[in-house]
């Protein structure tokens, strides 16, 4: 009963931390007033005694490597033009005899509307242009057949599905020839997720909203300070609890999105001396220099009495045998 109790007064941070939930729901309520009248304020709700907060998390790029996005959006089933019956449009006219057939006659209703076509701009001609359309389209190729009947032919809910997945990377849409692109570093997306996803949750979805091709292990998120300070989410943390933990304000800690490989752990005591200059930096190499130097001399000059105690020692008890 008392374990029972003790897990309802708090919230899981990763399997082996936890916080108390008045004071996560003290620092929700700052982040929310410092996001007040925006849509990054969280909500929260409690289900079954499990406290769960929702709502947008920003993650930044900071990739070194390019990465590929899935082609599968643009792999739709397309039916070209045909003679047969299609919705909303008049069947299509008999195709002409060619003129290696040896039998063409003068059958002017048959052959008319192309001439007027070519000749004449009366209010007739959008008609006529419509009823030639497959006609004319036939001449093309496949592809230009696909970029002018697509939009039509898409069904609604077809349409919404492709509007659903068809997020953008900082305005970059899929593309045959940029489908391999790195995004601007520093860059912010964001992904409504709540406080029961983990790490590799979390790099899921947002892989998925983007149709990036590269599986979720290959990526982590990393939280940077505005001191240079780098901390790597571990896989069974939560990171929306962490961007609570870290405050509103991502000028001080942000959330970046990094290759497993390539991102690099930077502790405080390194942190905090990576915005100093060159000649400042080496200055201080210079003194830690000086300083082990000194320990040296100290060191050896310790050890070298204690030798020569022991060594009259030795020779004390030599000469009493």
């Not at 920003?58 to 003679?83: C, F, K, Y």
């Not at 304000?249 to 990576?274: N, S, T, W």
Request: charged share 25%.
């Amino acid at each position: 009963m008392k374990e029972d109790c003790l897990l309802s007064s708090h919230v899981p941070i990763s399997d082996s931390k936890s916080i108390q939930k008045s004071e996560l729901l003290g620092l929700l309520k700052t982040y929310n007033c410092y996001h007040e009248g925006k849509s990054f304020q969280l909500r929260h709700r409690e289900e079954e005694g499990t406290l769960i907060i929702e709502g947008l998390l920003n993650i930044a790029w900071g990739l070194r490597r390019p990465i590929r996005l899935q082609m599968q959006d643009d792999r739709e089933q397309v039916h070209l033009p045909s003679t047969s019956w299609m919705p909303g449009r008049p069947n299509c006219p008999p195709k002409e005899p060619s003129p290696q057939d040896g039998n063409i006659t003068a059958q002017g209703p048959s052959t008319q509307p192309v001439h007027k076509a070519e000749s004449s701009t009366d209010s007739s001609g959008p008609l006529e242009e419509a009823e030639e359309a497959p006609q004319l389209m036939r001449t093309k190729s496949d592809a230009s057949c696909i970029s002018q009947r697509r939009p039509k032919c898409r069904a609604p809910g077809e349409a919404q599905r492709i509007r659903r997945h068809r997020f953008s990377i900082n305005g970059h849409f899929y593309n045959h020839k940029t489908s391999v692109f790195t995004p601007a570093y520093g860059s912010v997306t964001n992904v409504r997720v709540n406080s029961t996803m983990t790490t590799l949750q979390v790099l899921t979805l947002l892989l998925n909203k983007f149709r990036v091709e590269d599986g979720p292990s290959e990526f982590a998120l990393y939280i940077v300070h505005e001191s240079g300070e780098r901390t790597k989410l571990k896989d069974c943390e939560y990171p929306l609890i962490s961007r609570i933990l870290h405050g509103p304000c991502e000028k001080i800690a942000r959330m970046f999105l990094m290759e497993a490989d390539l991102g690099v752990e930077v502790p405080h005591d390194v942190a905090q001396y990576i915005k100093f200059e060159m000649p400042v930096l080496d200055s201080f190499v210079e003194k830690l220099k000086e300083e082990e130097e000194r320990e040296i001399i100290k060191l050896t000059m310790k050890f070298q009495a204690l030798r020569l105690t022991m060594l009259q020692r030795l020779e004390q008890l030599v000469e009493a045998k």
